[in-house]
T-cell receptor, first 116, second 109 residues
């Protein structure tokens, strides 16, 4: 149990275009979902926390107008990178928290974004 | 401020034992997690400690001392597939996970 999927697993796009990444909890309802970014050989960097039906909470330094997060249901959150630039190329990982007992996060497989 | 410290890189030999330490200073404490992350993949859950002591799970064990703000992950009978980064994360008073930078473990034959 506790499987989280992400789609797409990798994407290549042109500079200036927008890319949408989906994160789904397949066998549980996620009260909270998280979006992380990871550059090569660096640790996870939390971008934002989203709760179903409410606005996402962004970490300091993360542009909310550039990284749009929509947590439309208890099983789906989307991250849209708007007007992507080469510096946005990174590994984007989502995680979901069932909200039971303790706040263990279950991670999706990640999406590798390359902006040309 | 909140801070998680763990060594950047460690090297060990196949079949041996290695201990990865993690010290933390956070506003509140609601548990400590260890995750394993292979290169190019997402992290996978290894262990969770909220009370002092040792939790054993197969070849992996995790220890916690809340008074010392200290944890370690112990890996026994090392295998080549254990080469990965190991991330320590602490749940603070707001139940937000504070992540360490990770320890890259290199296993040599």
């Amino acid at each position: 149990g506790a499987v989280v999927s992400q789609h797409p697993s990798w994407v290549i796009c042109k500079s200036g275009t927008s890319v949408k990444i989906e994160c789904r909890s397949l066998d549980f309802q996620a009260t909270t979902m998280f979006w992380y970014r990871q550059f090569p050989k660096q640790s996870l960097m939390l971008m934002a926390t989203s709760n179903e039906g409410s606005k996402a909470t962004y970490e300091q330094g993360v542009e909310k107008d550039k990284f749009l997060i929509n947590h439309a249901s208890l099983t789906l959150s989307t991250l849209t990178v708007t007007s992507a630039h080469p510096e946005d190329s990174s590994f984007y990982i989502c995680s979901a928290e069932p909200g039971q007992d303790y706040n263990e996060q279950f991670f999706g497989p990640g999406t590798r974004l390359t902006v040309l | 401020g909140q801070n998680i410290d763990q060594p950047t890189e460690m090297t060990a030999t196949e079949g041996a034992i290695v201990q990865i330490n993690c010290t933390y200073q956070t506003s509140g404490f609601n548990g400590l997690f260890w995750y394993q992350q292979h290169a190019g993949e997402a992290p996978t859950f290894l262990s969770y400690n909220v009370l002092d002591g040792l939790e054993e799970k197969g070849r992996f064990s995790s220890f916690l001392s809340r008074s010392k703000g200290y944890s370690y992950l112990l890996l026994k009978e090392l295998q080549m597939k254990d080469s990965a980064s190991y991330l320590c994360a602490v749940s603070d008073s707001n139940y937000q996970l504070i992540w360490g930078a990770g320890t890259k473990l290199i296993i040599k034959p």
